[in-house]
């Protein structure tokens, strides 16, 4: 029997009258301890839900706190309530009071402010035997309507969706995971792997027909064999995609994938018109949006009629075409368009403005330097006004004349998948551009869906997406993880690569930012001039007054390998001085970064090679 009633009697025997409000107050610091370090002396009645005095009861239906803000205030008003702790991520309502107290009262208070409640047999959390199993209160977030597993449904199957199903489902979630394609998303199958594997492969064939060693090296003319490197390109695509993917979800018997393509009923609804024909319904309790993103197509007159290529069509084809035309200027277009052209293509690029028009001035000029060297034709401010297909060529209509080719590339950016989710219907909200607009907690206008990816209004790189995917899953099963992209670097594989992270100049200056650059050549560059390939520059951007590193820009061969340490020096605070004060190995491309630094305070040529 529990002996601390007749204590607390005891005790206040012994009060004067002016503390005669103890007793309350240790009611409620009891009831507080017994939650927190749960107590082991308290009694649970037979009745369901009830512990001693209190009532635990399970709730379905909150979609945010204000909804467990507005459960708390319900259960306060009804009867023999005195405290009302509601836990919107554990869904559950902890009730104390007298002996007044009604379980299938407060259930029924509860659903008539619109949710659904059910009194609990015990609090699981609360005990001292389920702390010492190891659960926790976000084991219990795990759990959606009466007690059972969380429904998560997830549209989609690329890098934000398995991030999200993964983790989601080690956390105790039931997964539905639901793909209209194939599975595995852009990344694998038709984005970054067959796209680097191609590059990778143009690459070599480009250093076999002419390198900085042709005096010692003899050059030869390589044979390119489109059909057998395509064979291996999807050999390895295939084996990625089965070993990362299908074998993963095959295994996990939490995961449940719907082949078909999904769109919103209503708030808790999927519509799913499967594959294979008819329809299924999926109840959610969350839901993540990771659609992807598609190839946009410019409305240039005539396009639509030809048989242009997307990157798709381009990653998939088995010849190299003798001329290839490409219609954009950024990241997909100027990848594939040095691939082809070492592979044997005569390319063309017309750039509405410049190259990378969006990123410091002299990146775009690096690029176009390289490109030009290589005999790439770039066209800048230069628009397709029509596009026709005639006698087996794709005309061009430009303002300086006509341009011929066999082959058309459209690489103008790529549009979200949304169009036909019936996002109103579920009410989530998009930009302009059709993009799912996220917070960065990936949560979107509808507090229960998230949303994560090439779909949302965040930058389309497959590494932010996975991010992503794996905090939307932590934020839908009860935790609260958040993206931050201060320090995100991005990397275009072209030869010379294009790494870049944090603020640019120009971008500094738009927050207001006062800045202190220094641009670094690659002559000044140990590694590069071993390699005798001194192409490009590394430029940092500083604070002016904190001295404080806030961005670096980078064009040289291997940029990609370098730019992560600059993104940690950016999210580390460093200065230009701390930056150039570390230990970097002589003879790499990411010394560099300490030359560069260097030169805020010295004339890095008066030093000696790895002068420290």
Not at 27 to 56: D, K, M, T
Not at 418 to 428: D, H, I, M, N, Y
Not at 450 to 455: F, L, T
Request: proline share 4%; glycine share 10%.
């Amino acid at each position: 029997m529990d002996q601390r009633p007749s204590f607390k009697t005891a005790l206040a025997d012994t009060m004067t009258a002016a503390t005669g409000q103890v007793l309350p107050l240790l009611a409620r610091l009891r009831h507080a301890l017994g939650q927190r370090l749960g107590s082991e002396e308290s009694p649970v009645s037979s009745e369901p839900g009830r512990e001693g005095n209190s009532v635990v009861l399970q709730i379905a239906g909150m979609t945010c706190g204000s909804c467990a803000s507005h459960v708390q205030k319900v259960l306060l008003e009804a009867p023999g309530v005195h405290e009302a702790n509601v836990s919107y991520a554990e869904g559950t309502a902890r009730v104390s009071g007298d002996e007044a107290l009604d379980p299938a009262a407060l259930s029924a208070a509860v659903q008539a402010a619109g949710y659904q409640a059910v009194a609990a047999k015990r609090a699981r959390d609360s005990t001292p035997q389920n702390r010492r199993s190891g659960k926790t209160p976000d084991h219990e977030a795990k759990q959606g309507r009466r007690g059972a597993p969380l429904r998560v449904a997830i549209i989609g199957s690329g890098g934000a969706a398995m991030a999200a199903a993964l983790r989601a489902a080690e956390d105790g979630a039931r997964v539905t995971l639901i793909e209209r394609g194939t599975i595995g998303g852009t990344c694998v199958n038709v984005g970054c792997v067959p796209s680097k594997i191609m590059i990778r492969a143009a690459h070599i064939a480009h250093l076999r027909r002419e390198s900085p060693f042709d005096e010692g090296i003899a050059a030869t003319i390589p044979t390119i064999k489109r059909e057998k490197l395509l064979a291996q390109q999807q050999a390895r695509v295939d084996e990625l995609r089965h070993a990362k993917y299908e074998g993963i979800l095959e295994g996990n018997t939490a995961i449940a994938v719907l082949g078909g393509e999904a769109k919103f009923q209503d708030s808790h609804t999927l519509i799913v018109r499967l594959n294979e024909g008819g329809e299924s319904e999926i109840r959610f309790d969350r839901c993540l949006i990771a659609a992807g993103a598609s190839p946009a197509v410019p409305p240039i007159p005539g396009l639509k009629e030809t048989l242009y290529w997307t990157s798709t069509e381009a990653l998939a084809s088995d010849t190299i075409p003798a001329r290839l035309a490409v219609i954009g200027s950024s990241v997909v277009a100027v990848e594939l368009a040095q691939a082809f052209a070492r592979l044997g293509s005569k390319v063309t690029i017309l750039a509405r403005s410049t190259l990378f028009f969006r990123e410091d001035p002299a990146i775009g000029e690096a690029v176009t330097a390289a490109f030009r060297a290589e005999g790439v034709e770039v066209l800048e401010h230069t628009q397709a006004s029509n596009v026709a297909f005639v006698d087996g060529e794709f005309v061009l209509t430009t303002g300086d004349g006509e341009l011929r080719a066999d082959k058309l590339l459209i690489a103008t950016g790529r549009a979200p998948n949304t169009r036909g989710l019936a996002l109103e219907a579920g009410g989530v909200a998009v930009n302009p551009q059709g993009a799912i607009i996220v917070d960065k907690h990936m949560r979107t206008s509808a507090p229960h869906i998230y949303a994560a990816g090439d779909c949302t209004n965040q930058p389309q790189f497959v590494y932010v997406a996975a991010a992503a995917g794996t905090r939307a899953a932590i934020n839908m099963t009860g935790g609260d993880a958040a993206l931050d992209l201060t320090a995100m670097p991005a990397v275009v594989f072209t030869d010379p690569q294009v790494a870049t992270v944090g603020y640019s100049e120009a971008e500094a200056h738009h927050e207001g930012i006062e800045t202190d650059s220094r641009t670094l050549t690659l002559d000044n560059v140990p590694r590069a001039l071993a390699n005798f390939d001194t192409r490009g520059f590394i430029k940092l951007v500083t604070e002016v007054g904190s001295g404080r590193l806030i961005g670096v820009q980078a064009v040289a061969p291997d940029a990609g390998e370098l730019i992560q340490t600059a993104a940690l020096a950016i999210r580390a605070r460093m200065t230009a001085q701390e930056l150039a004060d570390q230990l970097f190995p002589y003879l790499t491309m990411v010394e560099g970064l300490k030359l560069a630094a260097q030169t805020f305070s010295k004339d890095v040529k008066q030093l000696s090679c790895c002068a420290g």
